[in-house]
């Protein structure tokens, strides 16, 4: 059978979730806080900030490792690694998959991820300086790589099919899908665990700062997605893991299927390192392609999850896009925006806004884009302001873009 009658056959489909984010561990109290339009975003407090004229961040606070993953084996594990670990055997659990050495094979990981290994090259380089290169402590190496992530998760659960990291910042999460799903198609494995992790730490948010590129800077310290005030982004972290496989295998093991993917994009327009296309040409070519794919007419899509961040470009430049694609019929589409309440999360951006999108639809909730306050004639849409919205939802698409001319899109419709 050929390539194209492989994919023509097969159906992507998500059957496990797993969740590890400043509003919630796990994935009904991620869905319930966003219902409830909790933010988690507060003061920092896992590293000095007193130097900085910011102190607020997206931190997943009062995390016990031990308390999901049992107190053995996690020494030396840098913090994103531990939410990687957790959120993925929630999302193990939830599939019920189980992994033996009859299927060990078969199943593989890819991670997005991009700023997780940050700090352990600073501790690692640190130890170098201050105590010499004799007496720095070799344990500290192997989290130093931009793969320790997605690899630990393998060796904790026995995961020996392909593993493999992608870093393309914000869309991370997305490439990652769009590989896993290839992956599928092309029969190198039959279960993927897609996976989008980043940490805030130190050194991540010393160089957001230096950019000023970081609420609080220039105005107020908020996450005010499409409002007038919006300055910058708040700086989050957070993990999330989908198992995915084909929709046959997964309704002939019996497994719940919580969504199907019917279209993904993405295209690199190559702008300039750190800036956005103004026209936001990838964006546009990614969005119209996700839709082709999944063949859906503008009018079938229910909801955006927008990749908005509180930038004063990034939100502008993608509702420009949106209204260039939809035309009027974006008037009736809620567009809300996840990281009002998660500040910007980078490589798991795109994976909680999956995750947000899932439970959106089978609990027929839009959650909300809470702090708006001021309207922007640039952002005149419906972004489901302050308060979440009855609505049933069957489709869905999923924005991700960022500086550097990487720009993806999703396209999810609901499991019956």
Known sequence: ??????????????????????????????????????????????????????????????????????????????????FLMTAAKESLESSGIEITEASTDRVG????????????????????????????????????????????????????????????????????????????????????????????TYSLFFGFHKLGYMAGIKGEAISCPF???????VLGEGAGVLCIEDELLARKRGAKVWAKITGISSY???????????????????????????????????CILSCANSSVDMDRIE???????????????????????LGETFSASSILQIISSIGAMHRGIVPPTINYKESDSDCDIDCVPNKSRRKDIKTVLITSFGPGGYNSACVLEKAT
């Open 227 to 233: 409002d007038k005030r919006r300055n910058g982004p």
């Open 109 to 200: 990981v890819v991670t997005g991820t991009t700023f997780s290994h940050f700090w352990p090259i600073v501790e690692f380089d640190r130890e170098v300086f201050k105590e010499g290169i004799e007496f720095a402590s070799p344990a500290l190496f192997p989290s130093t790589v931009v793969n320790a992530a997605s690899s630990l998760v393998s060796i904790r659960f026995n995961i020996q099919g392909f593993n493999t990291t992608i870093s393309t910042g914000y869309t991370s999460g997305l490439e990652a899908l769009t590989y896993g799903i290839n992956a599928l198609y092309v029969g190198n494995a039959d279960i993927v665990l897609v996976e989008g992790v980043d940490s805030l």
């Open 1 to 82: 059978m050929s390539y194209e009658q492989k994919a023509k056959k097969l159906q992507p489909v998500i059957t496990g979730i797993g969740v590890v984010a400043s509003v919630g561990v796990g994935k009904e109290q991620f869905w319930q806080s966003l219902e409830e339009g909790c933010c988690g975003i507060d003061k920092i407090e896992s590293f000095d900030t007193d130097k900085f004229s910011v102190h607020i961040g997206a931190e997943v606070k009062n995390f016990d490792a031990k308390k999901y993953l049992g107190p053995r084996g996690l020494r030396n594990i840098e913090r994103g690694a531990l």
């Open 319 to 341: 509702v420009a896009v949106l209204k260039k694609i939809f035309g009027n019929r974006l008037k009736k589409i809620p567009i809300t925006s996840i990281k009002s309440m």
């Open 268 to 302: 690199f327009d190559g702008y300039r390192i750190g800036k956005i296309h103004p026209q936001g040409v990838g964006l546009e070519k990614a969005i119209k392609a996700a839709l082709d794919e999944a063949e859906v007419s503008i009018d079938d899509i229910d």
